[in-house]
């Protein structure tokens, strides 16, 4: 999966000189907690937070009147507060590979915009979540052939693979399957994979 198939084609920006309180208006109207900033060319310069701006309000704290307060904050522009190193990546950029740059940076989005809710909302039908069925986490010994013949399996029972996801395991060699399964009960399913010689991590109903 690319990230152009998850990604908002129609991304709601702001400009550098838009003042922080109406980004803030836009962030809560639309529903968005990031917006990306343009600059009067329309180029990417950098990208704005909602927490950004809230932290750069002044404390609760303060001495100052809540008039001064609301004029500090009204003459703050965005391009003041905004981060300035922006990651980006194409639409061709596999999904994965958008995560990991998020995950290894500390990063809630990137523009070309994909926010980590695209992300877990991929992540949710890779891993068939949304629809009801037997979950098995197991560690299959790389090598040994295991695999085809667990969905061979299932499909023997007349189940059907609603999901199937492969991790790395902590032993060299070792490979973690989260499989969810429809169509068959959770009793005969693991006793018959469990011939197979699979350890089982976790089996349930969800």
């Known amino acids: 999966m690319l990230v152009g198939s998850r990604m908002s084609p129609d991304p709601i920006t702001v400009t550098e000189k838009t003042p922080v309180d109406e980004a803030l208006k836009i962030m809560r109207d639309k529903k968005v907690r990031r917006l990306p900033v343009l600059n009067k060319k329309g180029g990417l310069v950098g990208i704005v937070a909602e927490k950004d701006i809230l932290y750069a309000s002044p404390s609760p704290a303060t001495s100052l009147s809540i008039h001064e307060i609301h004029y500090l904050v009204s003459k703050l522009t965005v391009g003041e507060i ?113 011939k197979l010689g699979v350890e089982y991590l976790d089996v349930r109903e969800s």
Do not use: H, Y
Request: with cysteine; glycine share 10%; hydrophobic share 40%.
């Open 82 to 194: 905004m981060t300035k190193k922006v990651f980006t990546v194409a639409d061709d950029t596999p999904l994965e590979e958008a995560a990991r740059i998020m995950a290894d940076n500390r990063i809630g989005a990137l523009p070309v915009i994909i926010t980590e809710t695209d992300i877990f909302r991929s992540f949710l039908e890779l891993l068939g979540a949304r629809e009801p069925g037997v979950r098995l986490t197991m560690r299959i010994p790389v090598g040994q052939g295991v695999l085809p013949l667990c969905t061979e399996t299932i499909s023997k029972l007349g189940g059907r693979l609603l999901a199937l996801t492969t991790w790395g395991g902590d032993e060299p060699g070792d490979t973690i399957i989260t499989a969810k399964v429809t169509g068959v009960g959770k009793k005969k399913l693991t006793e018959s994979i469990a």
